[in-house]
């Protein structure tokens, strides 16, 4: 019901059941293995910015690929990687997210982490997967403020259990709907057979058009459409700022089907209202950490050998599905709800979403 912090979460406003059975945490965590750190950068009136970093397998994260695959709602983002995801299909470095500007220095911060904490997974190449959302209305997004010691920072401090929400990491400068919003996670379990898997959402939310809001299926957008600075700001844009989303499960996965649960985000993050803004990127992730030890990718050592996938038969996958789409929806709407107003650069200022008037609302 509350982040570590105290914070608010969706659910703790008490006025709508969600769709589907959320693990111990509700969040990305609740995947065994999965770890989220963050660098939180607010200093001044103008830095409000900073690093997120998600690890699939926080204890043996680089040379133990995962299945992995990625989708494109909309392209005017930036997701680094990408084409060797496409190629191998294999995850084997921590996903950071950040502001738009910060992109080359996450990039540089994972290879630096890579040769500092895991020497032995830096003699051959590293392609991190690095991702973006615009700050630039709260944060000064031409200054320097990240460096890469902060994307090391991010992923030394990543951990398992409860997350964090809100203005934090890479969302720490991000508005959804024209509410203060930023990183928000949530998960759902899927029973298969005698087994139970989990598929965690991480989002850093900071996307659509205020009238566009819609909440559990109800449309407030309207209804909440007075003080709104940051549409008046951005006028003829509305929407813009881009959303990130990263999907994990441990049920057993092909690259393919990961690819397949990259596009299902979309259909998450539609259920909150967006249309699909031109001036957003919409970029997906999506891994499975399943199959440890196969997919490998390096130089060849030794001799010939074949590795084995286990994977869930396409025709059984339509619950993972659902449990994407439901865990996306609840983590925008975690973003938003675990978050206070913020005043940036400039004197910028975003309002946080009215919480007694939402309740109010969808009562």
């Given at each position: 019901?509350?982040?570590?912090?105290?914070?608010?979460?969706?659910?703790?406003?008490?006025?709508?059941?969600?769709?589907?059975?959320?693990?111990?945490?509700?969040?990305?965590?609740?995947?065994?293995?999965?770890?989220?750190?963050?660098?939180?950068?607010?200093?001044?009136?103008?830095?409000?910015?900073?690093?997120?970093?998600?690890?699939?397998?926080?204890?043996?994260?680089?040379?133990?690929?995962?299945?992995?695959?990625?989708?494109?709602?909309?392209?005017?983002?930036?997701?680094?990687?990408?084409?060797?995801?496409?190629?191998?299909?294999?995850?084997?470095?921590?996903?950071?997210?950040?502001?738009?500007?910060?992109?080359?220095?996450?990039?540089?911060?994972?290879?630096?982490?890579?040769?500092?904490?895991?020497?032995?997974?830096?003699?051959?190449?590293?392609?991190?997967?690095?991702?973006?959302?615009?700050?630039?209305?709260?944060?000064?997004?031409?200054?320097?403020?990240?460096?890469?010691?902060?994307?090391?920072?991010?992923?030394?401090?990543?951990?398992?259990?409860?997350?964090?929400?809100?203005?934090?990491?890479?969302?720490?400068?991000?508005?959804?709907?024209?509410?203060?919003?930023?990183?928000?996670?949530?998960?759902?379990?899927?029973?298969?057979?005698?087994?139970?898997?989990?598929?965690?959402?991480?989002?850093?939310?900071?996307?659509?058009?205020?009238?566009?809001?819609?909440?559990?299926?109800?449309?407030?957008?309207?209804?909440?459409?007075?003080?709104?600075?940051?549409?008046?700001?951005?006028?003829?844009?509305?929407?813009?700022?881009?959303?990130?989303?990263?999907?994990?499960?441990?049920?057993?996965?092909?690259?393919?089907?990961?690819?397949?649960?990259?596009?299902?985000?979309?259909?998450?993050?539609?259920r909150t209202g967006t249309t699909g803004s031109h001036f957003s990127g919409d970029l997906f992730l999506a891994f499975s950490?399943?199959?440890?030890?196969?997919?490998?990718?390096?130089?060849?050592?030794?001799?010939?050998?074949?590795?084995?996938?286990?994977?869930?038969?396409?025709?059984?996958?339509?619950?993972?599905?659902?449990?994407?789409?439901?865990?996306?929806?609840?983590?925008?709407?975690?973003?938003?709800?675990?978050?206070?107003?913020?005043?940036?650069?400039?004197?910028?200022?975003?309002?946080?979403?009215?919480?007694?008037?939402?309740?109010?609302?969808?009562?």
């Amino acid at each position: 019901m509350q982040t570590p912090s105290g914070k608010p979460r969706f659910r703790a406003l008490g006025v709508v059941d969600l769709p589907g059975k959320p693990g111990p945490y509700n969040a990305i965590t609740d995947v065994p293995g999965v770890a989220v750190g963050y660098t939180t950068l607010v200093s001044g009136e103008s830095v409000r910015t900073g690093v997120t970093a998600i690890l699939p397998r926080r204890h043996a994260t680089v040379a133990h690929p995962c299945a992995a695959g990625w989708h494109s709602l909309n392209g005017n983002g930036e997701m680094t990687g990408t084409a060797w995801l496409t190629e191998t299909g294999a995850l084997s470095l921590p996903v950071l997210i950040t502001n738009t500007h910060a992109v080359g220095m996450c990039h540089r911060g994972v290879i630096d982490w890579v040769a500092e904490e895991r020497p032995g997974g830096a003699h051959e190449w590293l392609l991190p997967v690095v991702a973006e959302t615009w700050d630039g209305y709260l944060n000064d997004i031409y200054a320097p403020a990240v460096q890469p010691a902060h994307a090391m920072a991010a992923v030394k401090a990543a951990v398992s259990g409860p997350v964090e929400e809100g203005s934090v990491g890479g969302g720490t400068g991000m508005n959804c709907y024209g509410f203060k919003a930023g990183s928000g996670t949530a998960s759902r379990v899927v029973s298969y057979g005698r087994d139970e898997f989990t598929v965690g959402a991480f989002v850093q939310a900071n996307f659509g058009s205020r009238r566009e809001l819609t909440v559990a299926g109800t449309p407030v957008g309207a209804l909440l459409a007075d003080d709104n600075p940051l549409e008046e700001w951005i006028e003829g844009k509305p929407g813009a700022g881009s959303v990130v989303v990263v999907l994990a499960t441990d049920a057993p996965l092909l690259p393919g089907q990961c690819t397949a649960m990259a596009r299902r985000a979309t259909l998450g993050i539609a259920r909150t209202g967006t249309t699909g803004s031109h001036f957003s990127g919409d970029l997906f992730l999506a891994f499975s950490t399943a199959n440890e030890g196969a997919l490998t990718s390096g130089f060849p050592n030794g001799p010939a050998r074949f590795e084995n996938l286990q994977f869930v038969p396409w025709g059984q996958m339509d619950p993972f599905y659902e449990a994407v789409v439901h865990a996306v929806e609840e983590a925008v709407l975690n973003a938003l709800t675990a978050n206070e107003s913020m005043t940036g650069r400039d004197g910028h200022r975003t309002p946080c979403l009215p919480r007694d008037r939402l309740v109010s609302l969808l009562s």
